[in-house]
């Protein structure tokens, strides 16, 4: 960047140029700077844009003063910054105030010491503004785990993870560790991201959303009303899981076959639903497409490994072998959706075969049939 | 020019890292923090200018007031006390390490996933604003899926610690499983499919395995280094890891569902009957086979001629599996 030095440009602020961010940042250096809780009335005389804004002979202008405070306040909060209320009492016990504090080790991170494995731990009493002790190897997993998280395409929380990564290294000396994972080619999607926040922010309130699916089955797409419960990042998929209207059951949907996600706009500040204290999302998590089901009992098949195959089948746990088979090739599975699992033992490409029951068999070999058929000659579009 | 400061609040964030981070003896370059900030130089300077603003509604040397200067691309900043540290973790950032840690903790065995997990809580209790609630449960980033398989967390533990592993490779092609010597240099991901590269001792080369490939596998006591012009990147093409020595370009049709996410993925134009064509560098030949067999319909090969034959020969091989015998 060289010796070149920089002029800051800056604008001579009267009460309503004075934006948001800055009217947040005076809020927070005037309650930071405190060590009780202020009145309404020494915040507005203190942090200019509240204090520029009254017209003394206005009230209405102190009420709109008021309520913008009130905004403020919330939307600090509800980004995490803890803004107390305080009641305490004045005019030698006679009344009533209501004030508001923020703590300075309520606010500020504390300091993050590393210690090597041969110091000693300091024996400092736990307070909340005590430095946090972590030994050296703790904190490069934790570093090396954001740095992980931060990488998976399309994540609501990519922005949230980088934060907590320059804050987590805030007190540590540069440092360059080459990363133990490296993704390929999953740079992310805008509109999929789009698709994401507003997942997220239906989960985390609670609010319904609306959307298109595009299931693999169907032709056409479905319009879908669901209540969010779980989001989850599985083999290089995003997928929501939650009650799904149209099925009045839980279902799991992919997010990259979603098309123009709507979010419940009424009562914001109200959630629509409660997550049954029994769901638990572990148990969508590790399914294979045709492990999704539409609720109906699920059909038995039995696959038989080629030799080295069935090596790779039973170090992963697919299927489980068939008991009175001595050679274990021959697995049984549980399918609720026939065509995704016909479609993964086609892709083995002939490194299992199919022993039951026959009409999947009759459907694997027609769909065999036709792949080979649409290759055969050189391609036609119309083919 | 443009406002590039976005919301009240992302503005927010990024100025109670700035602050604090230019508030150190020797500052912050301009460059540093709009890479620490995953924003451009623009971004930060109109940020800093915000704060300078301030200056003329607050009285001259007044306890809210934050100087800042700009002297050779470095910023300084005085804070009169305030602004000194960063804030503590928002909800949504403890959440986000909670999920990271998690996830991390899910990729290794025993002793040491209740290690990471111990120190995921107790950053969330130390270091987070306000507790992490539940919503930690409602949202899982693990990968642990069978498409990563049971040797990633030794892999993991290989790698960190430079350890040379012994492990049993079944290919996809069928072919009997190798035992092969491996350096693990790096593990990659791809479209969720999880491999490492490394030295392979056996064939004396760089190689890549799929990790749910490894049927078994051993870390030995044996050291080995990285070599410093190995770039995991020279693997990585087009949503595929392989080695680059020789490819054939393969352009593939797809059509209903798998269109619209190919076309999303490769950027490429839709045809008019709605389907999509993706050139690809393709190294294994049978990878493509066994990729259009996989849509079930749903792909096809267009070109090259003998990519589309070997999806023939294959659809043959798999009708006659279930041909009674005799």
Same mark, same amino acid.
């Given at each position: 960047?060289?010796?070149?030095?920089?002029?800051?440009?800056?604008a001579i602020l009267t009460a309503d140029r004075i934006s948001k961010t800055q009217r947040w940042l005076d809020l927070l250096a005037f309650l930071?700077?405190?060590?009780?809780?202020a009145t309404v009335e020494e915040i507005f005389a203190a942090v200019p844009a509240y204090c520029r804004a009254i017209d003394e002979d206005s009230r209405s202008s102190r009420e709109s003063v008021r309520r913008m405070f009130e905004r403020d306040k919330d939307e600090l909060?509800?980004?995490?910054?803890?803004? *107390?209320? &305080?009641?305490?009492?004045?005019?030698?016990?006679?009344?009533? &105030?209501?004030?508001y504090?923020?703590?300075?080790?309520?606010?500020?991170?504390?300091?993050?010491?590393?210690?090597?494995?041969?110091?000693?731990?300091?024996?400092?009493?736990? !307070?909340?503004?005590?430095?946090?002790?972590?030994?050296? $190897? &703790?904190?490069?997993? !934790?570093?090396?785990?954001?740095? $992980?998280?931060?990488?998976?395409?399309?994540?609501?929380?990519?922005?949230?993870?980088?934060?907590?990564?320059?804050?987590?290294?805030?007190?540590?000396?540069?440092?360059?560790?080459?990363?133990?994972?490296?993704?390929?080619?999953?740079?992310?999607?805008?509109?999929?991201?789009?698709?994401?926040? !507003?997942?997220?922010?239906?989960? +985390?309130?609670?609010?319904?959303?609306?959307?298109?699916?595009?299931?693999?089955?169907?032709?056409?797409?479905?319009?879908?009303?669901?209540?969010?419960?779980?989001?989850?990042?599985?083999?290089?998929?995003?997928?929501?899981?939650?009650?799904?209207? +149209?099925?009045?059951?839980?279902?799991?949907?992919?997010?990259?076959?979603?098309?123009?996600?709507?979010?419940?706009?009424?009562?914001?500040?109200?959630?629509?639903?409660?997550?049954? !204290?029994?769901?638990?999302?572990?148990?969508?998590?590790?399914?294979?497409?045709?492990?999704?089901?539409?609720?109906?009992?699920?059909?038995?098949?039995?696959?038989?490994?080629?030799?080295?195959?069935?090596?790779?089948? *039973?170090?992963?746990?697919?299927?489980?072998?068939?008991?009175? *088979?001595?050679?274990?090739?021959?697995?049984?599975?549980?399918?609720?959706?026939?065509?995704?699992?016909?479609?993964?033992?086609?892709?083995?490409?002939?490194?299992?075969?199919?022993?039951?029951?026959?009409? +999947?068999?009759?459907?694997?070999?027609?769909?065999?049939?036709?792949?080979?058929?649409?290759? &055969?000659?050189?391609?036609?579009?119309?083919? | 020019?443009?406002?590039?400061?976005?919301?009240a /609040?992302?503005?927010l964030?990024?100025?109670?890292?700035?602050?604090?981070?230019?508030?150190?003896?020797?500052?912050?370059?301009?460059?540093?923090?709009?890479?620490? #900030?995953?924003?451009?130089?623009?971004?930060?300077?109109?940020?800093?200018?915000d704060?300078?603003a301030r200056e003329f509604y607050h009285p001259?040397?007044g306890?809210e007031?934050?100087?800042?200067?700009?002297?050779?691309?470095?910023?300084?900043?005085?804070?009169?006390?305030?602004?000194?540290?960063?804030?503590?973790?928002?909800?949504?950032?403890? #959440?986000?390490?909670?999920?990271? #840690?998690?996830?991390?903790?899910?990729?290794?065995?025993?002793?040491?996933?209740?290690?990471?997990?111990?120190?995921?809580?107790?950053?969330?209790?130390?270091?987070?604003?306000?507790?992490?609630?539940?919503? @930690?449960?409602?949202?899982?980033?693990?990968?642990?899926?069978?498409?990563?398989?049971?040797?990633?967390?030794?892999?993991?533990?290989?790698? @960190? =610690?430079?350890?040379?592993?012994?492990?049993?490779?079944? /290919?996809?092609?069928?072919?009997?499983?190798?035992?092969?010597?491996?350096?693990?240099?790096?593990?990659?991901?791809?479209?969720?499919?999880?491999?490492?590269?490394?030295?392979?001792?056996?064939?004396?080369?760089?190689?890549?395995?799929?990790?749910?490939?490894?049927?078994?596998?051993?870390?030995?006591?044996?050291?080995?280094?990285?070599?410093?012009?190995?770039?995991?990147?020279?693997?990585?093409?087009?949503?595929?890891?392989?080695?680059?020595?020789?490819? %054939?370009?393969?352009?593939?049709?797809?059509?209903?569902?798998?269109?619209?996410?190919? @076309?999303?993925?490769?950027?490429?134009?839709?045809?008019?009957?709605? =389907?999509? /064509?993706?050139?690809?560098?393709?190294?294994?030949?049978?990878?493509?086979?066994?990729?259009?067999?996989?849509?079930?319909?749903?792909?096809?090969?267009? =070109?090259? /001629?003998?990519?589309?034959?070997?999806?023939?020969?294959? %659809?043959?091989?798999?009708?006659?599996?279930?041909?009674?015998?005799?």
């Amino acid at each position: 960047m060289g010796g070149r030095s920089r002029r800051l440009e800056v604008a001579i602020l009267t009460a309503d140029r004075i934006s948001k961010t800055q009217r947040w940042l005076d809020l927070l250096a005037f309650l930071l700077g405190r060590r009780t809780a202020a009145t309404v009335e020494e915040i507005f005389a203190a942090v200019p844009a509240y204090c520029r804004a009254i017209d003394e002979d206005s009230r209405s202008s102190r009420e709109s003063v008021r309520r913008m405070f009130e905004r403020d306040k919330d939307e600090l909060r509800t980004a995490g910054i803890p803004i *107390e209320s &305080e009641r305490f009492l004045v005019n030698f016990g006679g009344e009533f &105030e209501d004030g508001y504090r923020l703590r300075a080790s309520d606010f500020y991170l504390p300091r993050v010491r590393v210690e090597d494995e041969a110091d000693e731990p300091s024996g400092r009493r736990t !307070t909340r503004d005590a430095p946090f002790e972590v030994a050296a $190897e &703790e904190m490069d997993v !934790t570093l090396a785990a954001l740095r $992980e998280a931060a990488d998976i395409p399309d994540s609501p929380f990519s922005a949230d993870t980088r934060s907590a990564l320059r804050k987590l290294s805030f007190d540590l000396d540069p440092i360059s560790v080459e990363p133990i994972v490296f993704r390929v080619g999953e740079t992310g999607n805008p509109e999929l991201r789009s698709t994401m926040e !507003t997942l997220t922010d239906a989960l +985390l309130r609670r609010k319904r959303v609306s959307f298109s699916y595009h299931s693999p089955s169907r032709e056409q797409p479905t319009s879908r009303h669901i209540a969010a419960y779980g989001l989850m990042f599985e083999n290089g998929s995003w997928y929501v899981v939650g009650h799904d209207d +149209l099925r009045d059951d839980i279902r799991v949907f992919r997010v990259d076959r979603m098309e123009t996600p709507v979010l419940n706009r009424k009562r914001p500040g109200t959630p629509d639903y409660e997550i049954p !204290t029994g769901f638990s999302l572990a148990e969508y998590r590790d399914r294979r497409a045709w492990q999704y089901g539409d609720g109906d009992d699920p059909v038995p098949v039995q696959v038989r490994f080629s030799g080295p195959l069935s090596m790779w089948a *039973e170090r992963n746990d697919f299927g489980r072998p068939v008991e009175d *088979e001595a050679d274990g090739d021959v697995r049984l599975f549980e399918v609720h959706q026939a065509d995704p699992f016909i479609d993964w033992v086609l892709g083995l490409a002939g490194g299992a075969e199919i022993l039951s029951p026959p009409t +999947l068999i009759s459907r694997l070999l027609a769909r065999a049939e036709a792949v080979g058929v649409a290759h &055969e000659g050189e391609f036609a579009s119309g083919g | 020019m443009a406002d590039k400061r976005g919301s009240a /609040s992302v503005q927010l964030t990024r100025l109670l890292y700035l602050l604090p981070a230019a508030s150190r003896e020797n500052g912050l370059s301009l460059a540093e923090a709009a890479e620490r #900030l995953d924003v451009d130089v623009e971004t930060v300077v109109q940020d800093l200018e915000d704060v300078s603003a301030r200056e003329f509604y607050h009285p001259a040397g007044g306890a809210e007031g934050i100087r800042v200067e700009v002297e050779a691309d470095r910023i300084h900043v005085q804070s009169g006390g305030k602004f000194l540290r960063p804030r503590r973790l928002s909800p949504r950032e403890a #959440l986000a390490t909670h999920l990271a #840690l998690r996830r991390f903790a899910a990729g290794l065995d025993g002793d040491a996933h209740d290690s990471v997990l111990d120190i995921a809580h107790r950053i969330a209790s130390a270091l987070a604003s306000m507790p992490v609630d539940d919503l @930690a449960d409602r949202i899982s980033v693990e990968e642990t899926g069978d498409l990563a398989g049971p040797a990633l967390a030794p892999l993991r533990k290989a790698i @960190a =610690t430079g350890l040379q592993c012994e492990l049993v490779y079944v /290919s996809a092609d069928g072919a009997l499983p190798t035992e092969r010597v491996l350096d693990p240099y790096v593990i990659a991901v791809a479209r969720g499919h999880w491999y490492v590269i490394g030295f392979c001792g056996t064939r004396n080369a760089v190689r890549v395995f799929r990790v749910d490939r490894i049927v078994s596998l051993r870390v030995t006591e044996q050291g080995f280094s990285v070599p410093s012009d190995f770039r995991a990147e020279d693997y990585g093409h087009d949503g595929q890891v392989f080695r680059s020595d020789e490819t %054939t370009d393969v352009v593939f049709r797809y059509r209903g569902t798998a269109a619209s996410i190919m @076309a999303d993925r490769s950027g490429a134009e839709v045809h008019s009957d709605g =389907t999509v /064509s993706v050139l690809r560098a393709v190294a294994d030949p049978e990878w493509a086979v066994r990729h259009v067999l996989g849509f079930g319909g749903a792909a096809v090969i267009e =070109t090259p /001629s003998d990519a589309r034959a070997r999806v023939v020969a294959a %659809t043959d091989r798999i009708s006659l599996l279930y041909r009674p015998a005799g």
